[in-house]
């Protein structure tokens, strides 16, 4: 029973943890062209910089 | 930021302005790099960023560049794009957001108190019991105080206003709930029902988001698809000098020249040359319609021959496109006035359910339970009645549906149209661009040798003129491949001459003025081969008013077109055929047949047909409709042909019928669930097992109509 002491917070800091990235990628508009995400990975960089 | 920018790192200090344009073009990897590299090797442009899901091109320039300049940079690429105003380009999706944010909310709440209290559920005692519940509790209450609000709020506003939607009882429910079990956890109780709370807010708010995402998105591939009508003109001054000069800007007495194949931005009088106009945007009318010295034309208009000076005579919210404007607005106040299915039943389902929760309060205070234990019963009531199927049975299946919708090329752009659109008992179409493509097609293009193909496709495609675009659609559909010429050139009025090898090659208008269309084609001393040309019917235009008559909607045309343009494709589609209406006529025969008890579906395009679409019961434009018509109608198809009205129609019946299913289901959950819940026997499992099930049967049952739009 003395996990428990550990095991809930890290349970929940986990969890704040993902909610506080979601809101993030959210803010900075990672969801905002989702299709265009998925289409860009197949450009070639011509020059790199 | 800090890129470095070598060709443009001595302009950095300008401030750059951003403009937003809509390419509905773009598809792939391909176009997103074309116009990314492509688009700063344009003077003035710095940088251009592509967001394809939402078909948009966001471009930082220098501020002297204009609209139509980077227009034109755009189509340098192959790209078609018009330039989105400032609200269109933010506004869209804010709603949507704040409701994922409280979804997310939500969610993370739901897991984290769901797996206390399966603990709990378990069997934990004493003081880890009550330690889990505190736990529960903190986690609970911020997180539906904040994802809670979107329902609150409206349950707020409907109470004062003094009626009930489906948010009364959900937030009775979540807020007694948690209520009810901070009592418990502070007194020590073995029962608390934040998971309930929590999950029940959780997937209400699934629902709402998924209904509102269904409306960004249609509305992002409507706007996509907008077409300015007139974005502006180019004026001349007093001393001869020419300018650009935006559509609101312009004023009476300004001169405009309109080139071959403009659209007019403003009405005026036309001071010199003579053409022919296309009104069919604002009458229906397809023959062009000659114009010379001294004629009065209208804004929408399309100049088709030559190039004419127009001065202006009204501008603004005074051209007869306003006026058409402003009836509209008044005829689609009607539509407000259609209450969702949704909250239709709402309407019943509250009073009942709380009716029934004061009953078994009232019931168990008189059978000596007393107040604590009656008070529990009546609250387990409110937490299993909670219409938490009911909130996600219709916005699931109505996304499902406008999801399967939109592969099969109809934009519906929420969920009440597809409601209203199952509804619909008769079907009213417009001809022109409706009926028709709207736009002249070649007639006679067999008369033609190969050779003489070729040639007439390499003069069509160095000319702009309507004609010429037709012609080369179709010669180029029909797999040929243009002659080379030389020395090319385009007499304004007069058509298009080259040489082709020895022989001087023309195509133009005809020496003699036929009764339609008609352009000739001239090779060597030959004499010339007439083309003729006319507005062809849409394909598959039968097929549809057939299987539209057999769902039960039978047709009809009202055609602002003559009696002679209206009468041939009447006869053709046999449907009876009212012509030469007027916006107003089309808007009361509508009237008439809505007060005759029929729920008309309106099928329309032009800015004539604006009133009409607006006071149909439901509406449907083409994508090649003109923006007021696209506006104000509920859906939107694409591609030529007529057909997706037909499956639109069909899809909205069966979306509304598992609609039903969804219904049945959520209450016959309540006959079982209820009783239960009345006689206290429900605990927070039971209720938190009942609720998710539900929940997923709906769901379930929604995802049926994933390819609805294919079955025959």
């Not at chain 2, 986690?139 to 539906?144: G, K, Y």
């Not at chain 2, 008013?545 to 009202?558: D, H, K, N, R, T």
Request: aromatic fraction near 4%; glycine fraction near 8%.
């Amino acid at each position: 029973m003395n996990g428990l002491v550990f095991l809930i917070p890290v349970a929940l800091l986990l969890g704040l943890g993902g909610l506080a990235a979601f809101f993030w990628s959210l803010r900075t508009g990672q969801f905002d062209d989702l299709d265009g995400a998925a289409a860009r990975i197949l450009i070639e960089d011509e020059d790199a910089d | 930021m800090n890129a470095p920018l070598p060709a443009q790192g001595l302009l950095a200090a300008t401030p750059l302005a951003e403009t937003s344009f809509s390419v509905p073009g773009m598809r792939c990897a391909g176009c997103i790099s074309k116009l990314e590299t492509g688009l700063p090797r344009t003077e003035g442009i710095v940088s251009a960023r592509v967001n394809l899901t939402a078909k948009r091109v966001a471009i930082a320039h220098l501020p002297a560049l204009t609209p139509p300049e980077m227009q034109a940079a755009i189509a340098g690429l192959g790209f078609e794009a018009q330039p989105l105003g400032q609200a269109l380009a933010s506004d869209a999706a804010d709603d949507s957001r704040e409701l994922l944010r409280a979804m997310a909310v939500a969610g993370f709440a739901a897991m984290n108190v769901m797996l206390l209290s399966v603990s709990v559920w378990s069997g934990a005692t004493g003081a880890t019991r009550e330690l889990f519940h505190w736990l529960s509790a903190m986690i609970a209450l911020p997180a539906v105080a904040y994802a809670g609000r979107p329902f609150f709020k409206s349950a707020w506003a409907a109470l004062r206003s003094g009626h009930t939607n489906m948010d009364v009882p959900i937030s009775i429910g979540v807020t007694l709930a948690c209520a009810l079990s901070l009592y418990e956890t502070v007194t020590g109780g073995a029962h608390a029902y934040f998971d309930s709370a929590v999950m029940l807010l959780f997937f209400l708010l699934t629902g709402r988001w998924l209904d509102s995402v269904m409306r960004d998105r249609a509305r992002d591939g409507v706007s996509a698809l907008l077409r300015n009508t007139a974005p502006g003109a180019l004026v001349s001054d007093a001393e001869g000098r020419t300018y650009w000069c935006a559509a609101a800007a312009l004023q009476p007495g300004m001169v405009m020249h309109v080139a071959t194949g403009e659209r007019l931005a403003a009405d005026g009088v036309v001071l010199d040359g003579a053409s022919q106009f296309d009104r069919s945007l604002l009458t229906g009318e397809s023959v062009p319609v000659p114009v010379a010295l001294g004629a009065l034309v209208h804004a929408g208009t399309l100049n088709l021959t030559a190039p004419v000076r127009v001065q202006v005579t009204a501008a603004g919210a005074d051209t007869a496109i306003a006026d058409i404007a402003r009836l509209m607005e008044q005829a689609g106040q009607s539509k407000s006035r259609y209450v969702r299915i949704a909250d239709r039943a709402a309407r019943l389902y509250a009073p009942a359910v709380h009716t029934l929760a004061l009953l078994s309060l009232v019931g168990w205070m008189i059978a000596g339970a007393g107040w604590h234990g009656s008070l529990l019963i009546a609250i387990s009531v409110l937490i299993i009645t909670c219409p938490c199927a009911l909130g996600l049975a219709v916005p699931v299946a109505q996304i499902v549906a406008a999801g399967a919708l939109m592969r099969a090329g109809v934009l519906v752009k929420d969920g009440s149209a597809l409601e209203r659109l199952a509804d619909a008992d008769a079907a009213v179409f417009d001809k022109t661009g409706t009926l028709t493509l709207g736009r002249p097609e070649p007639l006679n293009l067999d008369v033609l040798t190969p050779a003489q193909k070729s040639v007439a496709l390499a003069l069509a495609q160095s000319s702009r003129h309507p004609l010429s675009e037709a012609l080369r659609r179709s010669l180029i559909a029909s797999g040929i491949t243009p002659a080379t010429l030389t020395d090319i050139t385009e007499t304004p009025g007069t058509g298009v001459s080259a040489r082709c090898g020895d022989a001087n090659v023309a195509l133009g208008r005809p020496e003699t003025i036929a009764a339609g269309l008609a352009c000739a084609l001239t090779i060597g001393d030959a004499p010339p081969v007439m083309l003729d040309f006319a507005d062809a019917m849409r394909p598959a235009a039968a097929a549809a008013v057939a299987q539209l008559a057999a769902l039960g909607l039978p047709g009809s045309i009202l055609s602002g077109d003559s009696v002679t343009g209206v009468a041939p494709v009447a006869a053709e589609l046999g449907l009876p055929a009212q012509a030469a209406m007027l916006p107003q006529d089309k808007l009361e025969a509508i009237a008439a047949l809505t007060a005759n008890g029929a729920k008309v579906l309106m099928v329309g395009d032009g800015l004539n047909d604006g009133p009409a679409l607006a006071a149909g019961y439901v509406s449907m434009a083409p994508a090649s409709a003109s923006d007021a018509g696209q506006n104000a109608a509920d859906a939107v198809f694409l591609g030529d042909s007529l057909l997706p009205v037909a499956t639109a129609v069909r899809v909205a019946r069966a979306t509304q019928r598992i609609v039903r299913q969804n219904f049945a289901l959520a209450i016959g959950y309540n006959v079982i669930a209820v009783p239960l819940a009345i006689a206290g026997l429900v605990t927070p499992l039971i209720a938190a097992l009942a609720m998710s099930g539900s929940s997923l049967l709906v769901i379930g049952n929604a995802l049926r109509l994933r390819n609805a739009a294919n079955a025959k």
